[in-house]
């Protein structure tokens, strides 16, 4: 059997209970993963209605650990802008007309609703759900928190959360389609993307040559994904964005997605790279989570740090949201900033190098590999203050002359996230090789990554695209 612990906001609420198995977020950040732990389910009763709340960094960091976790970050995302056209009874629609109804685990003490409950566990396995009657015949379903329970309503959750104990969590199947369509999504106003014209020209070029249809798409020119079979997202990806979006509803139509909704989930947070690589031993810098800017946290930071310190928001892309400090008022003041949008930041050790690697990842496999060069007088590969020398210089290597240890690093890394497309950045010292995180958008410019293997780069893609959709049974 699973271990099963329960994840509230505050110490204040876990003491309430006097349970061993209820802890507070604050503990289990700092107190898990532990060694030989058996496997373990993390039922989270945090609020998780706010985007890189408490509630959600609980679910991404139980993902990271390996922890089975209710609910999971794909149902919090899908369930921030859900609104759901019902057909409801009399009786139904009178019981929600009265006030909000809870559903705990699937199940509610109102008669009427009980198909109605059990019918959104499916669609949204969380613990608790709170629906309100928008229309007739619409419903609203929020994310609720612990606290919002009065004492009836929270013996009510834990009998049902005793019925599900034994029970067994799933995902929900996916469908397959038969025909081979490819929809690449771009976004032409997006000033750093992903690849340029010519290189989205190669793929569509390698897609032709492997049998598939590749049409180049907007968000806005996208119209239905069911008719495709195949999704190659290039455009910059975030967690909180429609691409995600997109890759989930890609994936919930049976459709072959790169990169997958998993992978930008796990790749675009990098509180989750942290425990993912600390938790799979994949070797990175010193880095420390941290949730506020208190005197205790600063003296910890410095015990731990010299400066200067790297400090990093948990999602951010093209090297933003990624600062470096040079003492005390900077780190108060750069920590304050962060901690104002995010409930986690990374404060990391800083380690300069003239060169950070870039290697390329399909399925597993090394593909490509680069080293991207500072720009001038920065210490990032990216200076988004400066006109002129914006980014620094390049060389594109073949995978086989790259470093063993940098190699072993970055399919190790990639272990962790999954099968997709990614590129791993890796800082490189005196034959050691440090992961700094796993891009599951990476950088493909015509004349940069392919300098080496030219077409036969695209080629590669498209035909781990096509052995996906033979594997998922798709024949013309």
């Known amino acids: 059997m699973l271990k099963t612990l329960i994840v509230v906001e505050s110490e204040q609420t876990a003491a309430e209970f006097g349970l061993a198995n209820v802890l507070s977020f604050e503990q289990y950040l700092q107190d898990y993963p532990k060694r030989d732990e058996p496997k373990t389910r993390?039922?989270?009763?945090?609020?998780?209605?706010?985007?890189?709340?408490?509630?959600?960094?609980?679910?991404?960091?139980?993902?990271?650990?390996?922890?089975?976790?209710?609910?999971?970050?794909?149902?919090?995302?899908?369930?921030?802008?859900?609104h759901l056209d019902f057909s409801l009874t009399a009786a139904q629609r009178k019981a929600l007309e009265q006030k909000p109804q809870w559903v705990f685990f699937g199940q509610t003490d109102v008669v009427a609703l009980e198909v109605v409950a059990a019918t959104l566990y499916k669609r949204f396995a969380a613990p608790l759900l709170c629906i309100r009657l928008m229309t007739e015949n619409r419903l609203i379903v929020e994310q609720g928190s612990i606290t919002q329970l009065d004492e009836a309503q929270k013996s009510y959750l834990f009998s049902a959360m005793a019925k599900l104990s034994e029970s067994v969590w799933r995902l929900g199947n996916k469908q397959q389609h038969a025909r081979w369509e490819m929809a690449i999504l771009v976004d032409p106003q997006e000033p750093s993307p992903p690849s340029d014209d010519d290189a989205i020209a190669k793929f569509v070029k390698a897609a032709r040559k492997n049998g598939i249809h590749a049409q180049v798409k907007t968000i806005h020119t996208l119209d239905d994904i069911n008719q495709y079979d195949a999704l190659f997202i290039r455009q910059t990806t975030a967690i909180d964005h429609v691409t995600y979006r997109l890759a989930s509803k890609a994936e919930g139509a049976g459709v072959v997605v790169m990169d997958d909704a998993t992978s930008i989930l796990r790749c675009c947070n990098k509180v989750y790279l942290h425990d993912a690589f600390s938790y799979n031993k994949v070797p990175t810098l010193k880095t420390q989570v941290v949730s506020d800017a208190s005197e205790h946290t600063l003296m910890q930071l410095e015990q731990l740090f010299?400066?200067?310190?790297?400090?990093?928001?948990?999602?951010?892309?093209?090297?933003?949201?990624?600062?470096?400090?040079?003492?005390?008022?900077?780190?108060?003041?750069?920590l304050e900033e962060l901690l104002a949008e995010s409930a986690l930041v990374l404060v990391q050790e800083y380690l300069y190098t003239d060169f950070?690697?870039?290697?390329?990842?399909?399925?597993?496999?090394?593909?490509?590999?680069?080293?991207?060069?500072?720009?001038?007088?920065?210490?990032?590969?990216?200076?988004?203050?400066?006109?002129?020398?914006?980014?620094?210089?390049?060389?594109?290597?073949?995978?086989?002359e790259v470093p063993r240890a940098v190699l072993s690093a970055a399919l190790k890394a990639c272990k962790v996230i999954g099968n997709g497309l990614y590129g791993v950045d890796i800082k490189e010292v005196n034959g050691k090789a440090y992961v700094i995180e796993v891009n599951d958008n990476p950088s493909i410019d015509h004349k940069v990554e392919d300098a080496y293997l030219g077409n036969e780069l695209y080629m590669l893609i498209m035909a781990e695209f096509v052995r996906r959709l033979e594997a998922r049974g798709k024949y013309e």
């Not at 945090?46 to 999971?72: F, I, M």
């Not at 010299?306 to 750069?334: A, C, D, H, N, T």
């Not at 950070?356 to 680069?370: E, F, K, P, S, T």
């Not at 990032?380 to 620094?392: A, E, L, T």
């Open 42 to 82: 993390i039922i989270n009763l945090c609020d998780t209605g706010q985007y890189l709340s408490k509630g959600y960094y609980c679910s991404l960091l139980a993902e990271a650990r390996k922890h089975v976790v209710l609910p999971t970050v794909k149902t919090i995302n899908a369930l921030r802008t859900e």
């Open 306 to 334: 010299s400066y200067p310190m790297v400090l990093k928001m948990p999602e951010g892309s093209f090297s933003r949201g990624v600062y470096k400090v040079k003492e005390r008022q900077q780190l108060i003041e750069r």
């Open 356 to 400: 950070d690697w870039r290697i390329g990842v399909l399925n597993g496999r090394a593909i490509y590999a680069c080293r991207y060069h500072m720009a001038r007088n920065h210490w990032q590969i990216y200076n988004h203050d400066s006109k002129r020398f914006s980014s620094g210089g390049f060389e594109t290597l073949p995978t086989f």
